[in-house]
């Protein structure tokens, strides 16, 4: 059976756009002869994701997004389509990190622990992972705090280090080396001074520590010295402080006795305090002496007589 060249031509057509198709869908990461897990991740935002970029476990690429869809609300549903048959705990989360310098991102795994897996269908929990250049910036930000410090601290040193400072700092090194030599020369003389001096700072020593051997081999009896002494001023002191102590006892006890005597009526003082008759006497003569006294003044003539022949003074009748 011969086959007419048109139908030659029609299986080559037809063979090769089906190859072109199996060859688009494999470079697009489409499963070609295995079945494959449509799941579903939610994100605030996706910068940097885009379709056929990969879903990873570990590094190890088990599938792809497949399409990113805009929601009312602001979100975007990630498609993952998971090659093969893998076992993906529900409570698993898809990662969407950085995994590369310029930017570029993928879906990472982080396998749940849970024994319930996902099917296919389900949507899986999702965060968004810092990228790398929002890791540096917080690292960025302190560094350009640490170079402005390091510049105004540069710019201090400068306005310090200037001529006049240099000559300050170098009439100070002067000053040290001069105090320095005057230290050197005064170590100097008085070492020559322990030379000389020797012997007698040898002798002094030397009685010094005969002294102290005295007194170490005495201790006993100046203890016993210095404890008669605190003895002797202890007996002092007592006695000192007993003869006080009668003393003023007497002298409290005789007190008592002149007030009792004054509060029974004995003596003059007690008489003139407790007894009212010698009060009256009392008042009633210092009245008389007044009336003496103010007559004396108004009558002077009757109590003295002046003569001018001598005749003597002669009271009136």
């Known amino acids: 059976m011969k086959i007419a060249n048109e139908t030659k031509v029609g299986i080559l057509a ?16 489409n499963a070609i002869f295995s079945s494959e897990t449509v799941l579903y991740a939610r994100y605030s935002h996706v910068d940097g994701l885009g379709v056929s970029k990969p879903v990873l476990i570990n590094g190890y690429q088990i599938g792809r ?11 975007i549903i990630a ?7 893998y076992e993906i705990p529900k409570n698993s989360v898809a990662k969407l ?20 897996y996902a099917k296919d269908g389900d949507t899986l929990n999702a965060n968004v992972a810092k990228g790398l250049l929002e ?10 705090l640490i170079i402005a410090k390091m510049d105004s601290i540069l710019t201090s040193v400068n306005s310090i280090l200037n001529p006049n400072f240099q000559k300050n700092v170098d009439k100070s090194f002067n000053s040290i080396a001069s105090t320095l030599a005057s230290l050197e020369a005064t170590s100097k003389k008085v070492d020559n001074l322990v030379g000389s001096e020797g012997t007698r700072i040898s002798s002094i020593l030397a009685n010094v520590e005969a002294i102290s051997a005295n007194l170490k081999n005495n201790n006993e009896k100046i203890n016993g010295i210095l404890n008669n002494i605190g003895s002797i001023t202890d007996q002092v002191a007592a006695a ?3 003869q006080t102590i009668d003393n003023a006892n007497k002298s409290m006890a005789d007190l008592q006795a002149i007030v009792g005597k004054i509060n029974e009526g004995k003596g003059t003082l007690g008489l003139l305090i407790n007894d009212t008759k010698m009060y009256d006497n009392l008042n009633s003569a210092s009245q008389n002496l007044d009336k003496l006294i103010i007559d004396l003044k108004e009558n002077p003539k009757r109590y003295v007589h002046f003569s001018v022949f001598g005749g003597g003074a002669k009271k009136d009748k």
């Open 79 to 85: 498609t993952l389509k998971i090659k093969g048959k």
């Open 97 to 116: 990190e950085s995994i590369d310098l310029l930017g570029g991102k993928a879906i990472v795994m982080a396998l749940g622990t849970g024994n319930v």
């Open 14 to 29: 037809a063979f090769s756009i089906a190859m072109l198709i199996i060859g688009y869908n494999f470079l697009k990461g």
């Open 240 to 242: 000192n402080f007993k």
């Open 65 to 75: 997004v497949d399409k990113l869809t805009l929601q009312s609300d602001g979100t």
């Open 135 to 144: 890791t540096v910036q917080p690292v960025q930000k302190k560094a350009e």
